[in-house]
Antibody, heavy 123, light 108 residues
Framework: QVQLVQSGAEVKKPGASVRVSCKAS????????IHWVRQAPGQGLEWMGR????????NYSQTFQGWVTLSRDTSINTAYMDLSRLSSDDTAVFYC????????????????WGQGSLVTVSS | EIVLTQSPGTLSLSPGERATLSCGAS???????LAWYQQKPGQAPRLLIY???SRATGIPDRFSGSGSGTDFTLTISRLEPEDFALYYC?????????FGQGTKVEIK
C-alpha cells in the first residue's frame, strides 16, 4: 500500500536550519510529484512547494521562495524539505503529500499524506 | 492566486443531521479541480472528494460534493460521530495550490 513516512519531531533554535524527510513506498517514487504543506499550531493548511522526483524540478510558493529548498534522493525513494533561518513563527507541523503524475498530463489532488513532522523553534 | 473562502467557520450539529459546507473561490477553478479534505486532531488531512464531486477511495457515500466555477459544496447527509472534524477545500488546478481556511463541524 502507498505510504509516506516522515522523519520525527525536531527542536531547533532560532536561526538554525532543519531538514524533514519523506520516504515513499508502495508505488514508483518518480511517477508522482511530492508536495509540502505547512500547518502552524491551530491554523490552516498552507502549500509550500512541490518537487518532481523524476527530474528534480521544483516549484515554490512565493511565501517560501528563498528559504525552503526541496530535494530528493531517488535511490532511497525519499524527498526532503530544508528550511533555513528558522524563527519562532516557524513552529509548525510539516506534511508531505503525493500529487499529480510526473509524466502524464493528469492533474491529481493530494491523495496520500505523510503523518506530519513537528518542528518546534525555541531558544 | 486563487483565494478560497469557506463558510461557515463552525457548524454545530447533532449526529444524524445534515451538514452543508461551502467553499467560494476568488476566480473560476479550472476543470473543477476542487478537493475536500477531512482533518482530525493530531492527524494528517484525508482526501474525501476530488474533481468537485468524485469520492476518493473508501469514502462513505454520505459524503458528496457539488459545484463548479467559483461555488462548491460538501454535504454530509447524516452525520456520524466520526465525522465531527475540520474540513478544508483546496484547488489543485493552478499554482499556487491553495486551501480554504477550514470549517469545523462540532457536536451540538
Amino acid at each position: 500500500q502507498v505510504q509516506l513516512v516522515q522523519s520525527g519531531a525536531e527542536v531547533k533554535k532560532p536561526g538554525a536550519s532543519v531538514r524533514v524527510s519523506c520516504k515513499a513506498s508502495g508505488y514508483t517514487f518518480t511517477d508522482y510529484y511530492i508536495h509540502w504543506v505547512r500547518q502552524a499550531p491551530g491554523q490552516g493548511l498552507e502549500w509550500m512547494g512541490r518537487i518532481n522526483p523524476k527530474s528534480g524540478g521544483t516549484n515554490y510558493s512565493q511565501t517560501f521562495q528563498g528559504w525552503v529548498t526541496l530535494s530528493r534522493d531517488t535511490s532511497i525513494n525519499t524527498a526532503y524539505m530544508d528550511l533555513s533561518r528558522l524563527s519562532s513563527d516557524d513552529t509548525a507541523v510539516f506534511y508531505c503529500a503525493r500529487g499529480s503524475f510526473t509524466m502524464i498530463a493528469v492533474i491529481n489532488p493530494f491523495d496520500y499524506w505523510g503523518q506530519g513532522s513537528l518542528v518546534t523553534v525555541s531558544s | 492566486e486563487i483565494v478560497l473562502t469557506q463558510s461557515p467557520g463552525t457548524l454545530s450539529l447533532s449526529p444524524g443531521e445534515r451538514a452543508t459546507l461551502s467553499c467560494g473561490a476568488s476566480q473560476s477553478v479550472s476543470s473543477s479541480y476542487l478537493a475536500w479534505y477531512q482533518q482530525k486532531p493530531g492527524q494528517a488531512p484525508r482526501l474525501l472528494i476530488y474533481g468537485a464531486s468524485s469520492r476518493a477511495t473508501g469514502i462513505p457515500d454520505r459524503f458528496s460534493g457539488s459545484g463548479s466555477g467559483t461555488d462548491f459544496t460538501l454535504t454530509i447527509s447524516r452525520l456520524e460521530p466520526e465525522d465531527f472534524a475540520l474540513y478544508y477545500c483546496q484547488q489543485y488546478g493552478s499554482s499556487p495550490w491553495t486551501f480554504g481556511q477550514g470549517t469545523k463541524v462540532e457536536i451540538k
